[in-house]
């Protein structure tokens, strides 16, 4: 089992230009990667017999924008985690909000494609070289990205009405004459 | 008909004036219609004690208000359920064969009951060839089976006519081999000889002779996979393709499919008393129609406590057993009875 | 002639969003040859009630009635993996009892999860009374915990830093009872399904799990275990106290033809609920005194920082990756469910089965939808 401070080294050691930078201090350390090389190092941690990264915990998406504290971006967070070593690690990718494109790690891990679909679905980061980046949990020909901070719902998908309407006690408050009619809509 | 037309002849005043062909023809329509009455009320029975004979395995109740006592007439509401419903037929489907089809079914069921010999007396039909005709005229539900898969232009539904079609199909032949080992020491193809045959207390019955005893089980398992019973319920599997061939039919349609199909449970349960089990023959305190419907009952309880025990066989499997399995045993059979019918030179029973 | 000068155009069928047998809201795209499957696209999504968002706008207890309805059918585990996040990044300790109490009703509900799972599967492959059997059993089960904390499926019990209710007067009791009953019907299921002829024709051999594919796609839980990789989160990464109780960990041992079929998952299952017992009645047995809600927090703010926290649900390992900012509100919360991960092997373990066994592959990979699509 090896300590996050001997798998960053490893790591500066086979890919020196390609780390941002790193923390070791936090209770989950981790390394932010050059998004160009995130591929080549996540292959390198799996095939590495003292690395031996054979399992993806986890790959997300996160939008910073809003943040009182992290400058505006959209990052892709990868937790790895090896089953004969026991030991985890996380890797991060900065991505520009406006063009985040990042290469895909299908290839390393199976369950890539699945997740890296979902971060395009809810986000809108373009994976390269993924073999079929399409939505997975909004339906196919939804619009503009969920999770992102500034997502605003659409007023109305295929001519249903979409955008959620005022509760109740809102509509009260500013005057409204409620009836008994549950279907009143906005 | 003979005895109902004796009957006739006594009781109803200016019978005998009548032109001989109606005094023939009119107590075979009667005869007629009171096959159809069994064939229309065994499964409004036959209904009710499945779902109290699964429920009680399952360790429920079943139905229990719907008429007062254990909900005796369930079967009755949803009978009439079934009659008020909207007739629907989908829009692309073939109209004359969708109508056609639960028609071909029923009656490939129901025209094989005049041969079955109730009583000594009580027999619609006694065709000579009565064996042959069954095993002709049952196979006519087939037809009907593909006719309902293809007319309802839906994919689930062909897939489940077409599983049905290759399952009763295959599983013909060794039921029919299984029958030729009872016709065998017969030595004629007539239900009435055959229950003769057994007469002469229970132990003459053919389920208690040899070959035939294991002749029997071949009969009882073909036979459930002709009804598309568990554990050979593919074409209506449920949990896989929604309602198999009768997907697209509601209302008095659907009905109709499952009349036929407890109907037919009924036949095949007959058909086995008949040739195994010694039809009518039974002690003397009952009368004869008496004996064949308890004994049918029984082997269509048996049928339903296997539905609700058994998983059900995967298409590949189901002709598998059928092909490898019940056809050679059925073949070593017929050539065993064939043996023992040359050692015994006919002589089975002294 | 080359076969491929015979092939006929293959059909695309189509399983589902509403179908008996897909575990919920879940389309198959089958492109069968007849019988034979040549490919499985699923396609996700019916059931997305946006439980991420959700989260980022309610305040950190708020968000457990939420992690219960994604996993319903095992909400208590869902909302021990989020309460077990949130106190790590607040780096609160909970006492005895809690932890106690928390394992108690994470097993309970492991057996109620796989009795549904068995019964559902038992239908699915044709057999219709175990499915009652396994639901008379549940019914049990749920009974307690409405007494508990008066829901039947959706508890909002694991709050961060303790429990919603104790424990009422006498439920130690009938707990023992039910667990006494129950032993004897497992043994009647293992007689009645699981050494059945027809049933171990339809499972074994059918939709293996390799080894590798199993890393590769990340598959955990009961669908690992029965592939025979001896990997559990509670003896690998034990939480709750779970290292100090005695027992084991079932896998998969390829008795009725290849390791890693549908016959050996489902046997995972049927054995996990007797070590559930086994666990119970520890738990019962050592239930110290003491509060359960001494250790709940007025207010909820933990200082900035993220985690990423998981454990072993019935469906196998449930990740939940919380990153604060320092406010009342998560800034990001990210769920890892185990089904999503074991759906997405479909394609590659579904190819040359026929439909039938489709059916009998999804029924042993325990999928919920409300866990895959959140």
């Not at chain 3, 993996?81 to 932890?99: D, F, H, M, S």
Request: charged share 20%; proline share 5%; hydrophobic share 45%.
């Amino acid at each position: 089992m090896k300590k996050a401070v001997e798998i960053l080294e490893k790591i500066q050691k086979n890919f020196p230009d390609k780390i941002v930078k790193s923390n070791m201090e936090v209770c989950q350390p981790f390394v932010v990667i050059v998004p160009e090389a995130i591929s080549e190092v996540c292959a390198f941690l799996k095939e590495d017999e003292a690395m031996a990264f054979d399992s993806l915990m986890c790959l997300s998406g996160v939008d910073y924008k809003g943040s009182k504290t992290e400058e505006e971006r959209l990052e892709v967070v990868y937790h790895l985690f090896s089953v004969s070593q026991r030991h985890k690690f996380v890797l991060k990718v900065e991505l520009v909000r406006e063009t985040p494109v990042v290469p895909t790690v299908e290839g390393v891990w199976g369950i890539a494609n699945w997740h890296e679909r979902e971060a395009y679905d809810m986000f809108g980061i373009r994976f390269e070289g993924h073999s079929d980046l399409r939505r997975i949990l909004c339906p196919d020909d939804w619009v503009d990205y969920p999770l992102r901070k500034d997502y605003v719902p659409p007023e109305t998908y295929q001519g249903m009405p979409a955008a959620a309407s005022k509760q109740f006690a809102e509509l009260a408050q500013e005057g409204e004459e409620l009836g008994t009619d549950p279907y009143r809509a906005g | 008909m003979e005895y109902l037309r004796q009957v006739l002849l006594q009781k109803v005043a200016g019978f005998d004036q009548l032109p001989g062909s109606l005094q023939v023809f009119i107590p075979m329509l009667l005869g007629c219609l009171l096959c159809l009455g069994l064939v229309a009320l065994f499964p409004l029975f036959a209904v009710w004690l499945e779902r109290k004979v699964s429920a009680h395995m399952q360790d429920r109740l079943g139905p229990m208000r719907v008429g007062g006592w254990h909900g005796w007439a369930q079967t009755i509401a949803d009978g009439v359920k079934l009659l008020l419903k909207e007739d629907i037929i989908p829009a692309e489907a073939d109209r004359l064969l969708f109508k056609l089809a639960p028609i071909v079914v029923f009656v490939g069921g129901f025209a094989a009951f005049v041969v079955l010999p109730f009583s000594d007396q009580f027999i619609v039909s006694d065709l000579n060839i009565g064996v042959l005709y069954i095993i002709a005229i049952s196979s006519l539900g087939v037809v009907g089976i593909i006719m309902a898969g293809w007319a309802s232009n839906n994919k689930y539904a062909l897939f489940g006519g077409m599983r049905a079609a290759a399952q009763i199909v295959s599983y013909e032949i060794p039921t029919m081999l299984a029958i030729l080992t009872v016709v065998i020491p017969v030595g004629s193809l007539s239900m009435q000889d055959i229950v003769r045959a057994q007469s002469g207390g229970i132990f003459n019955w053919f389920i208690f002779q040899p070959v035939t005893f294991l002749a029997f089980w071949v009969f009882y398992i073909g036979t459930l996979a002709e009804v598309n019973r568990t554990p050979f319920d593919i074409p209506e599997a449920e949990s896989e393709l929604v309602a198999g061939y009768h997907t697209e039919y509601s209302g008095m349609r659907f009905a109709f499919f499952f009349l036929a199909e407890y109907a037919n449970m009924f036949l095949v349960s007959a058909i086995g008393v008949t040739l195994f089990w010694g039809g009518w023959q039974g002690p003397t305190w009952l009368p004869g129609p008496i004996w064949f419907i308890l004994k049918a009952m029984a082997l269509v309880f048996v049928q339903m406590w296997l539905r609700w025990t058994l998983p059900r066989l995967r298409v590949d499997q189901l002709m598998y057993v059928s092909w490898k399995v019940l056809l050679p045993i059925s073949f070593i059979l017929v050539l065993a009875a064939g043996i023992l019918a040359l050692v015994t030179e006919g002589h089975l029973n002294e | 002639m080359q076969v491929e000068a015979y092939a006929g155009e293959e059909m695309i069928l189509n399983m589902g969003p509403q179908h008996p047998s897909t575990h919920g809201v879940l389309r198959l795209e089958l492109e069968t040859d007849g019988e034979i499957v040549k490919k499985v696209i699923p396609h996700i999504g019916y059931l997305h009630r946006c439980f991420e968002k959700h989260a980022e706008k309610i305040d950190y207890l708020g968000v457990i009635p939420f992690c219960d309805r994604m996993d319903y059918i095992a909400s208590m585990n869902n909302s021990l993996g989020y309460a077990l996040a949130i106190e790590k990044l607040l780096q609160l300790e909970v006492n005895q009892r809690v932890q106690t109490l928390r394992i108690l009703m994470a097993e309970l509900n492991r057996i109620a999860s796989h009795l549904l799972s068995i019964g559902t599967y038992a239908m699915d492959i044709g057999s219709f009374t175990p499915f009652l059997h396994c639901f008379r059993e549940r019914e049990k089960v749920l009974d307690l915990f409405e007494w508990l904390c008066g829901a039947r499926l959706l508890y909002n019990y694991n709050w961060v830093g303790g429990v919603s209710h104790d424990l009422p007067t006498g439920f130690i009791e009938k707990t023992r009872e039910f667990l006494r009953q129950f032993e004897p019907v497992i043994t009647e299921m293992d007689k009645l399904l699981s050494y059945n002829k027809i049933f171990i024709e339809r499972t074994a051999n059918v939709g293996i799990i390799t080894e590798k594919q199993a890393f590769s796609h990340n598959v955990t839980g009961p669908n690992l275990r029965g592939s025979g990789i001896r990997w559990d989160l509670r003896k690998e990464e034990p939480y709750c106290g779970y290292e100090t109780y005695n027992f084991e960990i079932p896998v998969g041992l390829g008795k009725f033809g290849s390791l890693g079929s549908c016959w050996d998952r489902y046997y995972v299952r049927v054995r996990e609920m007797e070590q559930s017992i086994q666990l119970i009645l520890q738990a019962l047995d050592r239930l110290p005194e003491g509060d359960v809600q001494e250790t709940v927090p007025k207010r909820i703010k933990p200082s900035k920082g993220e985690i990423y926290d998981r454990t072993e649900t019935p469906r196998g390992e449930l990740g939940y990756y919380v990153i604060s900012d320092g406010g009342l509100i998560p800034f990001r919360v990210k769920v890892k469910s185990p089904c999503f991960t074991v759906l997405s092997i479909l394609p590659s373990i579904a190819k040359g089965a026929m439909v039938a066994d489709i059916i009998a592959i999804i029924g042993s990979i325990d999928i919920v939808m409300g866990e895959i699509d959140r």
